[in-house]
């Protein structure tokens, strides 16, 4: 199955391997310190994957001093709360619900749909939802393109997050995002994925 | 910049094109048609890309039939219709709201996740939403690797599509995503991006 899968798509094996099939979700990390080059390198690489209306809706709070790092780690489930203190570098992923400001300068094509399509707060809500968290993946991919481990976590207090955080109230939390260089015993066993047949169907 | 952001990725340079700096989202396609291997080979890439528990509530129909592509395109905005009837292949991307089901299976570490935590269907709901978007990306960033151009689109009438596809209601359409080789002008120029210092705050 695997050497099929090989044969049929474009991308190297090893970058298969980078990207996903030995990328793993890292629990603990090395003392090794994430650089800000490291995380510039990778949004340089994730800012062109693609969002509805080139809305660009993530924003990226790095948490990098230790006043920052107690603010997050008292919001975070109880059992994300040692891993979050420990990694080198915790990332908080966020939509921006005030996108549509920037959409006459990201989507020239068509600069009137800050007012048409999206005067509408819930509107503009549900639209970063959705490409906030295409965003989150794209950088959950940049991180393993940098050769880094990602620890993503969406067990935290949303609310209390938002309101420590992003205290104006226009953006919203998506995910948490430990990263580093994977620690020992950094993982679980890999669990077990569906089977083709039972994602996907045809009409 | 570009040499800066290659020189801190470990991701080779022809990965980073294939999948982010030269990967364009395609308004028209040639005739070759993607076959049912590629998508296997797609799946088989994207199934490890990480889930809240491992959840992976990603549902993907395949639209083959003329019948089922007269079926989604009459629920498609009219600006996305001439493309989703035109092209080789069309993936409509939903989340299944009931992913809690096979949660015993995939996720053995807490097998009791599926009662203790996803037990009302809002809850299911959200997580759906979040993850399933993830998954989605993950499905974007295959069908490049795949060395094919994809057409994400959110233009479309939801709940019809909704209703059409998934009449037993446990399942919300995410994306439609066209899907083939590009075809000729099958892009506009690319659209600037947020600039690092626009996106990225440290605390």
């Given at each position: 199955?695997?050497?099929?899968?090989?044969?049929?798509?474009?991308?190297?094996?090893?970058?298969?391997?980078?990207?996903?099939?030995e990328a793993r979700t890292a629990?603990?990390?090395?003392?090794?310190?994430?650089?800000?080059?490291?995380?510039?390198?990778?949004?340089?690489?994730?800012?062109?994957?693609?969002?509805?209306?080139?809305?660009?809706?993530?924003?990226?709070?790095?948490?990098?001093?230790?006043?920052?790092?107690?603010?997050?780690?008292?919001?975070?489930?109880?059992?994300?709360?040692?891993?979050?203190?420990?990694?080198?570098?915790?990332?908080?992923?966020?939509?921006?619900?005030?996108?549509?400001?920037?959409?006459?300068?990201?989507?020239?094509?068509?600069?009137?749909?800050?007012?048409v399509f999206f005067a509408e707060?819930?509107?503009?809500?549900?639209?970063?939802?959705?490409?906030?968290?295409?965003?989150?993946?794209?950088?959950?991919?940049?991180?393993?393109?940098?050769?880094?481990?990602?620890?993503?976590?969406?067990?935290?207090?949303?609310?209390?997050?938002?309101?420590?955080?992003?205290?104006?109230?226009?953006?919203?939390?998506?995910?948490?995002?430990?990263?580093?260089?994977?620690?020992?015993?950094?993982?679980f066993p890999r669990s077990p994925?569906?089977?083709?047949?039972?994602?996907?169907?045809?009409?």
């Amino acid at each position: 199955m695997t050497i099929a899968a090989n044969d049929a798509l474009v991308l190297d094996a090893a970058a298969q391997d980078l990207l996903f099939r030995e990328a793993r979700t890292a629990n603990s990390f090395t003392d090794e310190p994430v650089t800000d080059e490291q995380v510039q390198a990778i949004y340089d690489l994730i800012k062109y994957g693609p969002t509805a209306f080139n809305q660009q809706p993530l924003r990226i709070v790095l948490v990098r001093t230790p006043e920052g790092r107690e603010r997050l780690v008292q919001h975070m489930a109880e059992g994300n709360q040692a891993k979050t203190s420990a990694a080198p570098l915790v990332a908080i992923l966020a939509q921006d619900n005030e996108f549509h400001e920037e959409l006459p300068t990201v989507f020239p094509h068509f600069p009137q749909a800050k007012d048409v399509f999206f005067a509408e707060r819930s509107t503009r809500e549900s639209s970063a939802a959705l490409n906030g968290a295409l965003q989150a993946a794209y950088f959950i991919i940049g991180v393993r393109a940098a050769g880094l481990a990602a620890g993503p976590m969406t067990g935290f207090d949303a609310a209390a997050i938002n309101k420590e955080f992003f205290p104006e109230g226009d953006h919203s939390v998506l995910a948490v995002v430990n990263i580093g260089m994977p620690g020992e015993d950094a993982w679980f066993p890999r669990s077990p994925r569906l089977e083709y047949d039972q994602v996907v169907t045809t009409v």
